[in-house]
């Protein structure tokens, strides 16, 4: 994971990095099944506390990844944000985020954590493209991508299972001269 993750200040979250005691959270976020329904994890295995720690310890060690938990202004924390894939010689990477908390969705905290995440992408890491994938009918989504100056650039077809349906994608992305900041 990146080093001396940065703590991002918006109006209405804040993002700090994510640390061990926050797996309870992911365990009851990720298994609630509403929450899982729009996640690429709906077909895994059910997370446990193990299995989050396990791959918060594998991503601590790997230079691709850049993690944060999504706090309201208060200090509640209410989802997750993410860079994965960061590529430093073809400077792109892959953003991934979820409200856990579903009383919080459709209040704009997604939509200010993408904007604080996208700007670390291109000001901090030097990022040219950050790019996403989501479910086609994921309409909530897919607005606030929009909101956030991404662009529909293709399908995905039967690109993952959701409860045991191929499920058609949506590609994403910003580039660094297209953003709006």
């Known amino acids: 994971m990146i080093d001396a993750l940065s ?8 993002l700090r990095g994510q640390e061990r005691s926050d797996a309870a959270l992911f365990v009851r976020w990720w298994n609630d099944p509403e929450v899982l329904h729009w996640l690429h994890l709906s077909e895994g295995p059910t997370i446990t506390q193990e299995s989050w720690l396990k791959a918060h310890e594998a991503r601590r060690e790997d230079k691709a990844w850049a993690l944060w938990i999504i706090e309201t202004k208060d200090g509640v924390p209410i989802g997750q944000v993410g860079l994965h894939a960061i ?7 892959s953003l991934h985020i979820s409200i856990g908390e579903k009383d919080c969705w459709g209040q704009g905290y997604g939509t200010e954590a993408i904007r604080l ?10 990022m040219r493209r950050v ?5 086609f009918d994921n309409d909530r989504g897919i607005r606030c991508y929009e909101k956030c ?6 399908v995905l077809r039967a690109h993952r ?12 992305a910003v580039l660094r001269e297209d953003w709006s900041g």
């Open 7 to 14: 703590t991002l200040e918006g109006t209405v979250v804040r």
């Open 149 to 154: 100056g991404f662009v529909r650039e293709g």
């Open 131 to 135: 790019d996403l994938i989501t479910d």
């Open 117 to 126: 995440v996208v700007r670390y992408a291109f000001e901090t890491l030097g």
């Open 87 to 93: 590529d430093p010689i073809h400077l792109r990477c």
């Open 161 to 172: 299972l959701r409860y045991g349906q191929p499920l058609d994608m949506v590609e994403m």
